[in-house]
């Protein structure tokens, strides 16, 4: 099953949005959009364990 996140899951006022067949690819896209995008986030275990309870399967 396809995974889906967004930044406005995460109540975010930006319009990125990404899918992925597999959470660590999804992840991979989410952490490249985090570091261009998002500087102010600091990606740590608890950030990551977060942003991974807002994947979506559809």
């Given amino acids: 099953?396809?995974?889906?996140?967004?930044?406005?899951?995460?109540g975010k006022d930006c319009g990125w949005s990404a899918t992925a067949q597999t959470?660590?690819?999804l992840m991979g896209k989410?952490?490249?959009?985090?570091?261009?995008?998002h500087k102010e986030i600091e990606l740590?275990?608890?950030s990551i364990s977060s942003i991974?309870?807002?994947i979506k399967e559809i």
């Fill in 23 to 25: 959470e660590e690819e």
């Fill in 44 to 46: 740590n275990s608890e």
């Fill in 1 to 10: 099953m396809t995974k889906s996140i967004s930044c406005s899951d995460a």
């Fill in 30 to 37: 989410v952490t490249e959009h985090v570091k261009e995008e």
């Fill in 52 to 54: 991974k309870l807002l």
